[in-house]
């Protein structure tokens, strides 16, 4: 398995489940809304970066699944959307404006977890 396709998959995986701990933990801690915002948050940032590797995947590898213009088109919509769901759930009063940026958070923690591994890897 090739290095880009483990980083992939290990993000995948683990902010899946650093949406999930980040959610228990803050949930217990703090009061609903801000838990519920991190869930959010989480969930959308990851599903995001889900539809954005297949669309890329199919875009960018060989035979060419689908024209460029179409992903380009994909993402920008894919990012209106986002954008869309965050203003609506920031102006609503269902969530912690901070919980919601500490669950977008999680794939920064998931890229940051896998830049260690390779590294780790790597120096092995």
């Known amino acids: 398995m090739s290095?880009?396709?483990?980083?992939?998959n290990f993000v995948k995986h683990?902010?899946?489940a650093l949406c999930y701990l980040t959610t228990i933990f803050g949930g217990f801690?703090?009061?609903l809304p801000f838990g519920l915002g991190i869930l959010l948050g989480g969930l959308l940032v990851t599903v995001n970066f889900h539809f954005m590797c297949s669309s890329l995947e199919k875009a960018l590898s060989p035979p060419y699944q689908i024209n460029?213009?179409?992903a380009v088109a994909k993402h920008?919509?894919?990012f209106?959307?986002?954008v869309a769901v965050i203003s609506t759930l920031t102006i609503s009063s269902y969530i912690h404006p901070v919980g919601l940026v500490i669950g977008l958070s999680?794939?920064?923690a998931s890229f940051m977890l896998a830049a260690i591994r390779e590294s780790i890897?790597?120096?092995k």
């Open 3 to 8: 290095a880009e396709r483990r980083i992939l």
């Open 14 to 16: 683990i902010s899946v």
């Open 29 to 31: 801690n703090t009061s």
């Open 68 to 70: 460029i213009g179409i």
């Open 76 to 78: 920008y919509l894919r």
């Open 80 to 82: 209106v959307l986002s």
């Open 106 to 108: 999680v794939i920064v």
């Open 121 to 123: 890897r790597l120096f």
